[in-house]
């Protein structure tokens, strides 16, 4: 049986984004934490060589003991290798592949440089393209600029246009921070009908107000979202999203939260009890402990001096991945999402409990919130699933109560029970103004 123990010192399967640019990129996001790693490789061209391209490539798919290998491209822009680079990774993965095995690409990009050609590889070789969009342009831009500062929205809705052309599979990825996070309905009106984006995830920045290469948050930047706007934010998309979306938007959070509340694994390393299953990879074959620690100090080797299987089950990344569970506050232990929060991502663990202990998330307050809110709901759905029914069914049920109970609605004070049977105060669940549509709207 897998143990939290096994799964790290005997992983069947792990994840490595690779950086084949490092962090090297044509825009110049101001909230982007990636940038400042220039400074890990001074002198550094920041490509990745075909040797090391091979080694990786054989290393990787080796260790992966099960019948599906995902090579995760990211940035810095991976695109600003050329297409050349991406063909001959294909090429060597074909070469290295088990026989029947899957090999899977993604790729995380800006979007800018895409045109025809890069779609239709993409499109053949069945790249899942991940695209970063922060909402319509009055949002995107405020953040989202190139070396020059200038806005890049129409640049990247042109490239978003192209992969629609060619028919490649794409996700959005949103940022919320301090410039969107006030408007969740206008961002995902925007990606829902407008870029007509099925798949959405919704990543909160948190990063340091200092520029530094560590990823050490003492003091949040005042571009980072905060904890409960966070959570507020999260909170009014889901309150659209169960009463009309379900089954055709898929929002990651949501779909990793109804694993959880159905007792699974949430699958998403942040909600994870244990990390340590998620690693990074720079241009030069240095092997970090995960994406938001490549620092020196949490460098576990490289990979042409070490073979990559034994740096993943080495006990520095063991020891990495339980120190999240080891460190969790009792505070967090005795919360009542803790099930699904598991303490957040350690990165972000920067407060102080209210009984003085270190380590609470800096989301923790929007965690709650979000968790709190969903319960039911959640509940519903994931009973929906037992009893052999599509979770989208729960819109059905939602409307239903709606057109039974408007009264009381209208009736309930706002220090009142809600009548949606959450157990939170009105004003805390369907009375929060943003839950006010109309008395018609209400869950
Ligand atoms: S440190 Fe954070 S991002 Fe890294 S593996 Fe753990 S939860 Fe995931
Ligand atoms: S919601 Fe807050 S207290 Fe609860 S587990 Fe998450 S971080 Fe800890």
Same mark, same amino acid.
């Given at each position: 049986?897998?143990?939290?123990?096994?799964?790290?010192?005997? !992983?069947?399967?792990?994840?490595?984004?690779?950086?084949?640019?490092?962090?090297?990129?044509?825009?110049?996001?101001?909230?982007?934490?990636?940038?400042?790693?220039?400074?890990?490789?001074?002198?550094?061209?920041?490509?990745?060589? =075909?040797?090391?391209? =091979?080694?990786?490539?054989?290393?990787?798919?080796?260790?992966q003991q099960v019948p599906e290998a995902t090579f995760a491209w990211q940035g810095g822009e991976p695109t600003l290798l050329g297409l050349g680079f991406f063909r001959r990774a294909v090429e060597l993965q074909q070469l290295y592949r088990r026989s029947g095995m899957r090999i899977r690409n993604t790729l995380q990009t800006n979007g800018v440089n895409l045109d025809d050609e890069w779609c239709s590889f993409f499109r053949e070789h069945d790249f899942l393209i991940g695209i970063s969009l922060d909402g319509p342009p009055e949002l995107h831009d405020v953040y989202r600029v190139d070396k020059g500062g200038r806005p890049t929205f129409d640049r990247v809705m042109a490239g978003v246009?192209?992969?629609?052309?060619?028919?490649?599979?794409?996700?959005?990825?949103?940022?919320?921070?301090?410039?969107?996070? #006030?408007?969740?309905?206008?961002?995902?009106?925007f990606l829902r009908d407008k870029v007509e984006a099925q798949f959405i995830q919704f990543i909160p920045i948190v990063e340091p107000a200092q520029d530094s290469a560590l990823q050490n948050v003492k003091q949040a930047s005042q571009l980072s979202v905060k904890g409960r706007q966070y959570g507020d934010f999260l909170i009014a998309i889901f309150d659209e999203w169960v009463k009309r979306d379900v089954g055709t938007v898929f929002v990651q959070l949501f779909d990793v939260a109804l694993a959880a509340w159905c007792g699974q694994q949430p699958g998403l390393c942040m909600f994870e009890e244990t990390c340590g299953l998620a690693l990074a990879m720079e241009h030069n074959g240095d092997l970090y402990v995960c994406d938001h620690y490549v620092e020196p100090r949490f460098?576990?080797?490289?990979?042409m001096q070490t073979p990559l299987a034994k740096l993943v089950a080495s006990k520095r990344q063991v020891q990495f991945g339980q120190a999240k569970r080891d460190t969790l506050p009792s505070y967090c232990q005795a919360c009542e999402v803790q099930f699904i929060c598991n303490g957040g991502c350690p990165k972000?663990?920067?407060?102080?409990? !209210? #009984?003085?202990?270190?380590?609470?998330?800096?989301?923790?307050q929007g965690y709650k919130a979000f968790f709190t809110f969903i319960d039911r709901p959640m509940k519903l759905m994931a009973s929906l699933l037992q009893a052999g029914q599509p979770p989208a069914n729960i819109m059905h049920i939602l409307a239903q109560e709606t057109a039974t109970r408007p009264f009381q609605y209208i009736q309930a004070g706002r220090n009142d029970q809600c009548p949606c049977g959450s157990g939170r105060k009105f004003k805390r669940c369907h009375g929060r103004r943003s839950s006010l549509g109309s008395a018609g709207d209400l869950i």
């Open positions: 049986m897998s143990t939290p123990e096994t799964r790290l010192t005997r !992983p069947p399967a792990f994840h490595i984004m690779l950086k084949p640019r490092g962090p090297i990129c044509n825009l110049d996001c101001r909230y982007c934490y990636y940038l400042a790693k220039q400074s890990l490789y001074p002198r550094s061209r920041f490509r990745l060589s =075909e040797k090391i391209l =091979e080694e990786y490539t054989r290393q990787y798919i080796q260790a246009a192209l992969l629609k052309k060619h028919r490649v599979d794409f996700n959005l990825l949103a940022c919320v921070h301090a410039a969107n996070a #006030d408007h969740p309905l206008e961002v995902y009106h460098k576990l080797g490289n990979i972000n663990r920067v407060l102080t409990t !209210p #009984d003085g202990e270190m380590g609470l998330n800096y989301l923790c």
